[in-house]
């Protein structure tokens, strides 16, 4: 869907309320908020101008001129979840509110370890701060330090510490919506309250999850808990030999998950993605032939970085005597499945950061790299420490400008669904001539299959192939009885055709809320698959 160019008025109005150097709106410098994995080509999906503001005040402004001149607004935090679009809006023309302004970090209580941030508010600036007060606390990070807090809690992201389920951390919300109304959830709905970012319900129906994954309002300020510094931290993985041993992996890690021996979430990557991201070496050294990577070439990956064909990592956190009883739990189960490694590496928790994060010789780019590599991606990113590290897996091809896209289902946690999904992804993926590269990111009773297309961003056909895969995985895996957690913005109308219990009881439902809070369509027309009346 495509909006009429923005009017001189409107434009006029919107330098007025938050200074011209605020508004962007020459084409050059619209470049850096279109989809950064999209090739150059491509007119889909490129605001109108972008506008920058500052305070609760100025957001409001901006809605209430949205408003007056019938502006749909795409909002992002950072905008830094390039393989979902980044910045990009759903619908061409959109004037994007870009909240990397909003950058405060307003309260930070070591005692009760939590912090109140505005939307622009980086893990990598959360962390710092930390650091810069010398306060025992851990923040829960992604595996890419760049992006906004408030925005990854908002798309359902998640973190590896042992408050890795983002959107069941947070607690309370500052919200704008479309009438300029600001709104506060939970406890905050009481001035004066100051229970909000420690106690997430309040009086009545709970709000806060209507504006995730939604287009309902801003958020312009979030409670999100932290973890409190360990004694002890131990950063673990369990290496499998064979592709079939993911059943005997996730059958054994489930119980352990279930009765909080393992308090984080547990990734398993498999071959494909540990050797692309982190061995340095690229994809023609060990294949050169057309389609995916065959067998052999899978197998000698793994033999030669010592990876083998599943890598799990996980965490334990707490007190020197309980952690070495939860590690001895782990060690038997673990242990019972033929070949499998279990490693682990101990820090006190008091100088786990600083010795992680102390300046390393740097590990040359050869097969062998890809253990100690994901071995200190996995121990820094448990210990709440921010890194850019997987961007790495951009390189895995050679002769061009590396990009990436995700197909994302989710199944039920057991050994036979993770070995039959996996299958399945391999065979389709093979069959469009693209390789296999995940990571299973999973919970006490589901998971979730991270499948990464990488492609070259400058070969047209090769890019437009990526997104048309997607494409095509969505309606196969709902067939399947696959539903994704998210998905690029191209797709968000396909994921949520799939959603259709009911005869799509949930879109209905969606639409009346925003037909309800939003009738002009004003916010992020199009996301998550969700328009007023006026746009359907």
């Known amino acids: 869907m495509t ?23 020459r084409p050059e410098d619209l470049l850096p908020y279109r989809d950064p994995y999209a090739h ?25 001129i949205a408003g007056e001149h019938s502006l749909p607004l ?15 809006p759903a619908t061409t023309g959109s004037v994007s509110v870009s909240l990397r302004r909003m950058n405060r970090i307003l309260e930070l209580d070591e005692d009760l370890a939590y912090c109140v941030v505005e939307p622009g508010v980086r ?25 906004s807090v408030i925005g990854n809690c908002l ?17 309370g919300m500052e919200v704008v919506l479309a009438d300029g109304t600001l709104l506060r959830t939970g406890m905050g709905a009481m001035k004066g309250n100051t229970s909000w970012p420690v106690r997430k319900p309040g009086f009545g129906p709970s709000a806060d999850g209507m504006f995730m994954q939604s287009n309902y309002g801003i958020v312009t300020k979030m409670g999100c808990w932290l973890v409190p510094q360990p004694e002890v931290y131990m950063s673990c993985d369990v290496r499998v030999e064979r592709e079939e041993d993911i059943v005997a992996l996730v059958d054994t890690v489930r119980p352990l998950l279930l009765d909080r021996t393992i308090p984080n979430y547990p990734i398993a990557y498999n071959t494909m993605l540990v050797g692309g991201a982190l061995s340095g070496v690229p994809r023609e050294y060990w294949y050169r032939g057309e389609g995916a990577l065959p067998e052999e070439a899978i197998d000698r990956i793994a033999r030669e970085t010592d990876t083998g064909r599943w890598y799990m990592r996980f965490a334990l956190y707490g007190h020197a005597e309980i952690v070495e009883q939860q590690y001895e739990i782990c060690r038997r189960a673990f242990e019972a499945i033929p070949g499998a490694r279990l490693t682990a590496r101990a820090y006190d928790g008091a100088t786990a950061v600083d010795r992680l994060t102390a300046p390393a010789e740097p590990v040359p780019d050869r097969p062998a790299a890809a253990l100690p590599r994901i071995r200190h991606q996995s121990d820094t990113t448990q210990a709440g420490i921010p890194t850019l590290d997987l961007l790495d897996n951009l390189s895995w091809d050679e002769h061009g400008v590396g990009g990436h896209l995700d197909y994302s289902p989710v199944a039920p946690l057991t050994g036979e669904e993770a070995l039959e999904q996996s299958r399945w992804l391999r065979s389709a993926l093979a069959a469009e001539g693209l390789d296999y590269a995940t990571s299973l990111m999973l919970t006490p009773r589901a998971f979730v299959n991270i499948t990464s297309l990488w492609f070259n961003t400058a070969d047209a056909a090769q890019t437009r192939h990526a997104y048309d895969v997607i494409g095509r995985l969505i309606p196969e895996g709902a067939r399947r009885g696959y539903g994704v957690y998210r998905t690029h913005l191209r797709h968000m109308d396909a994921v949520a055709d799939t959603f259709d219990f009911g005869g799509h009881a949930q879109r209905r439902f969606n639409e009346a809320v925003k037909d309800c809070l939003d009738p002009q369509g004003i916010f992020s027309p199009g996301k998550q698959g969700i328009r007023a009346r006026a746009l359907r």
Do not use: C, K
């Open 3 to 25: 909006r009429p160019p923005l009017s001189a008025d409107a434009l006029a109005a919107l330098s007025a309320a938050l200074g011209p150097e605020h508004v962007l709106h």
């Open 40 to 64: 150059a080509s491509w007119q889909e999906h490129i605001p109108s101008a972008v506008v920058s503001p500052a305070t609760v005040e100025e957001v409001q402004a901006v809605v209430r």
């Open 74 to 88: 795409w909002t992002f935090s950072q905008g830094r979840n390039n393989g979902y679009g980044g910045p990009a």
């Open 123 to 147: 893990f990598f600036d959360l962390f710092e701060e930390i650091r810069r007060r010398d306060l025992a606390l851990w923040p829960s990070i992604p595996d890419l330090g760049w992006g």
């Open 155 to 171: 798309d359902h992201g998640v973190g590896f510490t042992p408050l890795g389920d983002h959107p069941g951390r947070q607690s």
